[in-house]
């Protein structure tokens, strides 16, 4: 190996190094000059990641989450492997085996480089899924999330190894440009196949970020069947009803739905009971009879919103009246009503106020 040849393969540190201290370096011998490299190159790395271990160790005292700290750990390594691969790599250049047969071997080196890099970040994901994600996930009532973690984790993994696969390639002189192009042909494929559950699971992920509903709210559809969330799964929601049964709707299709939520913006709710009575009864005497009944004989319920009973209208055969009050849990709703309903029947019959029977009139063509 000639002067000359050493000095034009360091040319590539010209712009980084005094130019008569790349004349000195070109006048020794390659083999120590590569050799020089290699031990920096592990001096360098071994400095790195003392203080990457000293700073892991700050961070780990200051923060209580162990995601920084995971992080931190899996950069050690390969920052230390990548300076060493990089002394290697320019101890290589400064022998020049980069040309001729002896080309293979820069090429094996940055393929190693580059797994480097690909499991680093392989590493990395792991971390975040791990103490990141499924943590979060932990925290929430929806299965949802517990579902799209595992497919992200999969779906990053599978990119990230093709995008070193490409770079390898690439390494080696291979042409990707084909290669690129039939990913994209059948990924077009893949999401035309997929379609219709992929607008599933995009809607599932919306309805979560939304906040429409979580596991073991009460909602109506609008179709009006009324029941508990059971399940939030990637294609459909699961809603339980009070005769025990399941049904099961896309989530494309409640993304576009109209849903009443019983348990938004929270627990308590009016319950509210129609009755009448017959003319010639005073309004205002039946609304103070039966707002006292309510407020005296019926327990948990809420003494604000105040209970009120209002004369709704003037029927065609009977004086029509709400009862109104609130209680503090949407479950109790239906018991509460049936109470109400039997407290109003008994109070008007002990007071003798006389409740009309439902009429008909029947038109007949003679």
Same mark, same amino acid.
Request: charged share 20%; hydrophobic share 50%; net charge neutral.
């Given at each position: 190996?000639?002067?000359?040849?050493?000095?034009?393969?360091?040319?590539?540190?010209?712009?980084?190094?005094?130019?008569?201290?790349?004349?000195?370096?070109?006048?020794?011998?390659?083999?120590?000059?590569?050799?020089?490299?290699?031990?920096?190159?592990?001096?360098?790395?071994?400095?790195?990641?003392?203080?990457?271990?000293?700073?892991?160790?700050?961070?780990?005292?200051?923060?209580?989450?162990?995601?920084?700290?995971?992080? @931190? #750990?899996?950069?050690?390594?390969? /920052?230390?492997?990548? +300076? $060493? %691969?990089?002394?290697? *790599? =320019?101890? !290589?250049?400064?022998?020049? @085996? #980069?040309?001729?047969?002896?080309? /293979?071997?820069?090429? +094996? $080196? %940055?393929?190693?480089? *580059? =797994?480097? !890099?690909?499991?680093?970040?392989?590493?990395?994901?792991?971390?975040? /899924?791990?103490?990141?994600?499924?943590?979060?996930?932990?925290?929430?009532?929806?299965?949802?999330?517990?579902?799209?973690?595992?497919?992200?984790?999969?779906?990053?993994?599978?990119?990230?190894?093709?995008?070193?696969?490409?770079?390898?390639?690439?390494?080696?002189?291979?042409?990707?440009?084909?290669?690129?192009?039939?990913?994209?042909?059948?990924?077009?494929?893949?999401?035309?196949?997929?379609?219709?559950?992929?607008?599933?699971?995009?809607?599932?992920?919306?309805?979560?970020?939304?906040?429409?509903?979580?596991?073991?709210?009460?909602?109506?559809?609008?179709?009006?069947?009324?029941?508990?969330?059971?399940?939030?799964?990637?294609?459909?929601?699961?809603?339980?009803?009070?005769?025990?049964?399941?049904?099961?709707?896309?989530?494309?299709?409640?993304?576009?739905?109209?849903?009443?939520?019983?348990?938004?913006?929270?627990?308590?709710?009016?319950?509210?009971?129609?009755?009448?009575?017959?003319?010639?009864?005073?309004?205002?005497?039946?609304?103070?009879?039966?707002?006292?009944?309510?407020?005296?004989?019926?327990?948990?319920?809420?003494?604000?919103?105040?209970?009120?009973?209002?004369?709704?209208?003037?029927?065609?055969?009977?004086?029509?009246?709400?009862?109104?009050?609130?209680?503090?849990?949407?479950?109790?709703?239906?018991?509460?009503?049936?109470?109400?309903?039997?407290?109003?029947?008994?109070?008007?019959?002990?007071?003798?106020?006389?409740?009309?029977?439902?009429?008909?009139?029947?038109?007949?063509?003679?």
């Amino acid at each position: 190996m000639t002067t000359a040849n050493t000095t034009q393969n360091l040319s590539i540190l010209e712009p980084y190094i005094d130019h008569s201290f790349l004349e000195k370096l070109s006048a020794a011998d390659p083999m120590v000059v590569s050799l020089s490299f290699i031990i920096v190159s592990f001096v360098v790395a071994t400095i790195a990641l003392g203080i990457l271990k000293i700073i892991t160790g700050q961070v780990a005292k200051r923060t209580k989450t162990e995601l920084d700290d995971k992080l @931190l #750990e899996a950069t050690q390594k390969p /920052v230390f492997r990548l +300076i $060493i %691969i990089g002394g290697l *790599y =320019l101890a !290589v250049l400064n022998l020049g @085996l #980069e040309n001729g047969a002896t080309e /293979v071997i820069p090429k +094996i $080196i %940055i393929t190693v480089a *580059y =797994l480097i !890099v690909v499991l680093f970040i392989v590493n990395v994901l792991e971390v975040i /899924v791990t103490y990141g994600l499924r943590d979060l996930a932990k925290r929430t009532d929806s299965m949802l999330d517990d579902e799209i973690i595992p497919i992200f984790h999969k779906t990053a993994l599978v990119i990230v190894w093709a995008f070193g696969l490409i770079l390898v390639l690439g390494a080696w002189g291979v042409d990707v440009g084909p290669f690129l192009a039939g990913l994209g042909i059948a990924g077009l494929a893949v999401s035309f196949a997929l379609q219709n559950t992929l607008s599933n699971v995009f809607a599932g992920i919306s309805l979560i970020i939304d906040k429409t509903f979580r596991v073991g709210d009460k909602i109506q559809l609008d179709s009006g069947e009324v029941g508990t969330v059971h399940e939030i799964s990637l294609r459909s929601t699961r809603v339980k009803t009070y005769d025990n049964e399941i049904i099961i709707i896309p989530n494309s299709v409640l993304a576009q739905a109209k849903i009443k939520n019983f348990t938004q913006p929270d627990l308590k709710i009016r319950v509210v009971v129609p009755f009448s009575v017959e003319y010639g009864n005073k309004p205002e005497k039946v609304i103070k009879l039966i707002e006292g009944a309510i407020e005296k004989e019926i327990k948990e319920i809420l003494e604000d919103p105040p209970v009120s009973v209002i004369f709704t209208e003037m029927g065609a055969s009977s004086l029509n009246f709400q009862a109104r009050f609130w209680i503090s849990h949407y479950e109790n709703a239906f018991a509460k009503k049936a109470e109400a309903n039997d407290l109003i029947y008994n109070t008007l019959g002990k007071n003798k106020i006389g409740i009309p029977f439902p009429t008909q009139t029947v038109y007949v063509k003679k």
